[in-house]
């Protein structure tokens, strides 16, 4: 019983459907939620019997920026152990870190996918990862969608890249399976970027953040008066992307029988609304993205495997960050000097010994919790580089071990010996070295070839001696 007393959840909001929906989903990993309209009465539930049983506070900037912040300092103040949660339809990166300075433990975009919310709720209360990760970061400072400009010279990651970029030059379906975080809506958007449509429609819809009930009328549209609450006519996001590419984010949620409508519609080519008498001809290319493995799915009658052959005719496999770990230095540098340029912040430096500290954590929430990570060590340094010290949580989880390891040689540089304290042979090395320097250039090739004093041939002929994939 005391368990349960300790899962509460106090929500600060007046918006009674959120608070219903918001109330539903925690409840669903054990969460009591006591919701309050205001802040005065947050402020005062503290004081209280329940107050004092809170593990965790939902704020829902409902009030103007600085007025939300005023109120997280003021609930950190009285209870600094508190997670603090804000929701808000700003994307302004000064936000963040405005709210974060006040103290707020992670900073979500409405409309927030319910797994988002639940991710980032566990992550605030439990010590399975990091605290404080701001999942939505990728939102607020968007990439350009270009291969040439992806970080990360690991073989597997490269080879991924070179089948999306093959693949992108053609009209076929394309399915992107990888853990959440490992770029798949990066590497979509590259796609497009790089595909002869990319002057048509681009649509983006993800499944899981929309409800079963809704999910069809998102794909389909529907007509006036189709179901009960069909007060408007509405268009699916199909029928917007004709012409176009319409990518699907964590199809794995789409529901069997909506499966079966989209198998069946890819086939004919057309889209029939709910509710409506006729169908409509579509030219749509769909890229689908997948956290869990489809073809896993359909062994166990969760997913068509009609749908899969379809939608699955190239499929480019993402690998986790943990996979390779060799890539954060580079992914670390890259970060903060993007963080450097938003609003309220400055370009930092890191040093080695934080980013071994960083190539000896896991990462669960990949290239994704990485960036969110050096975000909010960036808001709070005063130095000019990054140093272990800036990563208190992975400290404590890592332990004295890995907060005080030498370099690695998959994270910092390049290694000349063995652990025996014998020289690496010569091969190894020098794939060391071309891989640091994919990785540092950014995949520019050209770059790299003269950086390295080789020509351009001679470094591909390089990368296939070596083993080493390439995106080029």
């Given at each position: 019983?005391?368990?349960?007393?300790?899962?509460?959840l106090?929500?600060?909001?007046?918006?009674?459907?959120?608070?219903?929906?918001?109330?539903?989903?925690?409840?669903?990993?054990?969460?009591?939620?006591l919701?309050?309209?205001?802040?005065?009465?947050?402020?005062?539930?503290?004081?209280?019997?329940?107050?004092?049983?809170?593990?965790?506070?939902?704020?829902?900037?409902?009030?103007?920026?600085?007025?939300?912040?005023?109120?997280i300092?003021?609930?950190?103040?009285?209870?600094?152990?508190?997670?603090?949660?804000?929701?808000?339809?700003?994307?302004?990166?000064?936000?963040?870190?405005?709210?974060?300075?006040?103290?707020?433990?992670?900073?979500?975009?409405?409309?927030?996918?319910?797994?988002?919310?639940?991710?980032?709720?566990?992550?605030?209360?439990?010590?399975?990862?990091?605290?404080?990760?701001?999942?939505?970061?990728?939102?607020?400072?968007?990439?350009?969608p270009?291969?040439?400009?992806?970080?990360?010279?690991?073989?597997?990651?490269?080879?991924?890249?070179?089948?999306?970029?093959?693949?992108?030059?053609?009209?076929?379906?394309?399915?992107?399976?990888?853990?959440?975080?490992?770029?798949?809506?990066?590497?979509?958007?590259?796609?497009?970027?790089?595909?002869?449509?990319?002057?048509?429609?681009?649509?983006?819809?993800?499944?899981?953040?929309?409800?079963?009930?809704s999910?069809?009328?998102?794909?389909?549209?529907?007509?006036?008066?189709?179901?009960?609450?069909?007060?408007?006519?509405?268009?699916?996001?199909?029928?917007?992307?004709?012409?176009?590419?319409?990518?699907?984010?964590?199809?794995?949620?789409?529901?069997?029988?909506?499966?079966?409508?989209?198998?069946?519609?890819?086939?004919?080519?057309?889209?029939?609304?709910?509710?409506?008498?006729?169908?409509?001809?579509?030219?749509?290319?769909?890229?689908?993205?997948?956290?869990?493995?489809?073809?896993?799915?359909?062994?166990?009658?969760?997913?068509?495997?009609?749908?899969?052959?379809?939608?699955?005719?190239?499929t480019?496999?993402?690998?986790?960050?943990?996979?390779?770990?060799?890539?954060?230095?580079?992914?670390?540098?890259?970060?903060?000097?993007?963080?450097?340029?938003?609003?309220?912040?400055?370009?930092?430096?890191?040093?080695?010994?934080?980013?071994?500290?960083?190539?000896?954590?896991d990462?669960?929430?990949?290239?994704?919790?990485?960036?969110?990570?050096?975000?909010?060590?960036?808001?709070?340094?005063?130095?000019?580089?990054?140093?272990?010290?800036?990563?208190?949580?992975?400290?404590?989880?890592?332990?004295?071990?890995?907060?005080?390891?030498?370099?690695?040689?998959?994270?910092?540089?390049?290694?000349?010996?063995?652990?025996?304290?014998?020289?690496r042979?010569?091969?190894?090395?020098?794939?060391?070295?071309?891989?640091?320097?994919i990785?540092?250039y950014?995949?520019?090739?050209?770059?790299?070839?003269?950086?390295?004093?080789?020509?351009?041939?001679?470094?591909?002929?390089?990368?296939?001696?070596?083993?080493?994939?390439?995106?080029?």
């Open positions: 019983m005391a368990e349960i007393e300790q899962r509460l106090m929500l600060i909001d007046d918006e009674p459907a959120q608070s219903r929906l918001i109330t539903a989903l925690t409840s669903r990993e054990g969460w009591r939620t919701v309050v309209k205001d802040s005065e009465t947050a402020i005062a539930t503290l004081g209280t019997r329940q107050g004092m049983q809170l593990g965790a506070i939902v704020l829902d900037q409902w009030v103007p920026g600085e007025e939300a912040c005023a109120l300092a003021e609930l950190r103040a009285r209870r600094p152990a508190l997670p603090i949660l804000m929701l808000t339809t700003s994307a302004s990166p000064l936000l963040a870190v405005e709210a974060m300075r006040a103290g707020a433990t992670d900073y979500l975009i409405k409309p927030v996918a319910p797994d988002r919310l639940m991710l980032a709720l566990r992550m605030a209360t439990t010590r399975e990862a990091p605290r404080d990760e701001l999942q939505p970061l990728t939102e607020k400072m968007p990439s350009t270009d291969f040439d400009v992806m970080i990360g010279a690991a073989p597997a990651f490269r080879t991924a890249l070179a089948v999306a970029a093959k693949a992108a030059r053609g009209h076929g379906s394309v399915l992107i399976e990888g853990e959440t975080g490992t770029g798949k809506e990066m590497v979509a958007r590259a796609m497009q970027a790089a595909s002869p449509r990319v002057k048509a429609p681009l649509r983006m819809l993800n499944i899981g953040a929309i409800p079963a009930n999910v069809e009328s998102a794909l389909f549209g529907h007509e006036k008066g189709a179901f009960p609450g069909a007060f408007d006519r509405h268009v699916g996001a199909l029928q917007h992307a004709d012409g176009g590419t319409l990518v699907l984010d964590e199809i794995d949620r789409l529901p069997v029988h909506v499966q079966q409508r989209l198998l069946e519609s890819l086939q004919r080519g057309d889209v029939r609304p709910i509710g409506a008498r006729h169908s409509f001809k579509v030219d749509v290319r769909i890229i689908s993205a997948s956290n869990l493995p489809l073809r896993e799915m359909t062994d166990g009658g969760h997913f068509l495997p009609e749908l899969l052959a379809i939608i699955g005719g190239t480019v496999h993402l690998p986790a960050l943990r996979e390779r770990s060799g890539d954060i230095p580079a992914l670390a540098r890259h970060f903060l000097a993007r963080i450097g340029e938003q609003p309220g912040l400055r370009p930092l430096g890191i040093t080695d010994a934080a980013l071994s500290l960083l190539a000896a954590y990462w669960p929430g990949n290239v994704r919790q990485l960036q969110a990570v050096l975000f909010r060590a960036a808001v709070f340094c005063d130095g000019d580089a990054l140093t272990a010290e800036d990563f208190p949580q992975l400290s404590d989880m890592l332990g004295a071990d890995g907060a005080h390891q030498s370099p690695v040689q998959e994270g910092v540089g390049v290694m000349l010996y063995t652990p025996d304290g014998n020289l042979p010569l091969e190894e090395i020098e794939a060391d070295v071309i891989r640091l320097a990785g540092h950014r995949g520019r090739m050209t770059e790299v070839a003269r950086r390295l004093g080789i020509g351009r041939s001679t470094l591909y002929r390089k990368l296939g001696e070596l083993g080493i994939g390439d995106a080029a």
